[in-house]
């Protein structure tokens, strides 16, 4: 499953309303069309500068895990209706160490596309074979720097060579699994987007199949300060562009902001109504937090239909397709939305 053409497919369709109708249609027909993101562990090994688990008393805060129980409940809940599985959205899966048995749980219950979001440094090829070879579709790497001192410096206690050993193995176990996907994260900021210029370089032995340039955005309390696009923006053709245009010469996928994309990020002018039911109604996330039973779903009271049969999932849709939602609850759903570019 090409879950990026579905993406491409996706991102075309400009209506909301048409949008809505193909989730509907995917729901009454008990297909799969859920995301589902999961973080086993709460915590992280190391300290990226523009993450809050740069700072100390959120670490402190975030150090739960899900029990063995926990993660059979959800695989038994929601995983037969689920299209992706993504496992590591807001902390490092690695620490958890039964991950080839959670990736085989979701490749068992017949997911399509099982990906990891990793740091990549408790990673090495041995290991990064067995998660394969468990199911695993996709490894995404977040990096933030691509020479030592700024890897080393944004992602603080994090080992540039253990990164580049890492990007080694992923070439090797490639070569033995083509259809193994690798995408990089990369998440440009002031200090590192003239970094980009080494892009080619650094991935010059493994061609990644998805390459993400992620704008910074003050999304929480952070060590890192510095949220301007200025910089970005002015150099945006000699930095970003090379990058893009390279990703389509050589077949990568590239998500990417356009410049026009930055100026209203920049200006304050991203903030804008859109319609958030498309954004939640595929996505669930399960993370170990103390009240997480009481977000959405609690697998062990009730499973995915049992859940829509609550909540007239089926109806809240019709209605939203026919325009009965609330204009109060239009005017509450607001976000900085950030319209990428997939190609």
Known sequence: MNVY??????????SPRIKLMGILALHVMHRRYINVYLDPVMGCNIQCQMCYFSIEEKRKELHARFSEDDLEAIAKAIYHRALKLQIGCGAEPTLYKDLEKLVKRGKDAGIPYVSMTTNGNLLDEEK?????????????LSTHGLTRDTYEKLMKFGNYDKFLRLIAAC??????????????????????????????????????DVVQLRPIQQLGKTAYSNFSLR?????YEQYIQPVVDYCHQKGIVCIYPTRENLLQLEQGSGEKPHNKLIDELPYFNFFPYSGWKENKLDPYKETFEEYCKRTRRTTFIVRSILGLHTKEREQNDKTKNLNYEVG
Do not use: W
């Open 231 to 235: 910089k970005i923006i002015e150099g």
């Open 5 to 14: 053409q579905l993406l491409k497919i996706y991102q075309r369709i400009k």
């Open 128 to 140: 990064l074979r067995s998660l394969v070879k468990a199911g695993l579709n996709e490894i995404t």
């Open 171 to 208: 070439k090797a176990v490639k070569a033995d699994h083509p259809d193994f996907k690798i995408r990089i994260n990369y998440t440009v900021n002031e200090d590192n987007v003239e970094e980009l210029v080494q892009f080619q370089e650094v991935f010059k032995d493994v061609k990644p």
